[in-house]
């Protein structure tokens, strides 16, 4: 191999390495916003019900509940390091500890509504509350709203 050839194949490896990182990172971010979009729609027919614009239906409550909790469970993995960037929060890899405790929260309240089953508008009240205002207070400290 000539010094010439082994330069290319160096360079184009430290190429193909630097892409695939930018391409990576920029595919958890995408991964990271679809995640969300999937528990905004999951929210709607929560907040519509929550507010007596829709007939409260408990299977559509927990459908709702268990979307939730998988995004929950999923958030944590699509934060490594260096893939900032769409809504995220620069404090999410400043205080990781900090957007690890907001998750686990929105874990507990979650598991919460889904053992209460509540089947009534005013028993889904309390345990619904917790849940979504957890969107509110994780994304006052963790997201950058850009609209
Ligand atoms: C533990 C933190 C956390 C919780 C809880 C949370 N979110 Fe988010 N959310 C985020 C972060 C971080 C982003 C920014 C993601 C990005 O752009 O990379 C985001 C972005 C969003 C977006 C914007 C998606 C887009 O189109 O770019 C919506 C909508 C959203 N969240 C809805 C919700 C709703 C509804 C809830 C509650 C049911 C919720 N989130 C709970 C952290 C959270």
């Not at 995640?35 to 829709?54: D, I, Q, S, T």
Request: hydrophobic share 40%; net charge negative.
């Amino acid at each position: 191999m000539t010094p010439q050839s082994t330069f290319l194949r160096l360079f184009s490896c430290f190429t193909i390495l630097l892409l695939s990182v930018a391409c990576s990172s920029d595919n958890v971010a995408d991964d990271r916003e679809e995640l969300m979009k999937g528990v905004r729609h999951a929210a709607k027919p929560v907040g519509a019900m929550l507010k007596g614009e829709k007939e409260f239906d408990p299977d559509t409550l927990q459908e709702s509940l268990t979307v939730f909790a998988e995004a929950a469970d999923k958030l944590g993995s699509l934060v490594p390091e260096g893939s900032g960037g769409g809504e995220a929060s620069p404090a999410i890899w400043d205080d990781p500890d900090g957007f690890a405790a907001a998750i686990k929260e929105w874990q507990d309240s979650i598991t919460a509504a889904i053992d209460a089953d509540p089947q009534s508008l005013d028993a889904a009240g309390p345990v619904m509350k917790l849940v979504m205002g957890n969107c509110k207070s994780c994304h006052e400290d963790y997201r950058i709203e850009d609209e």
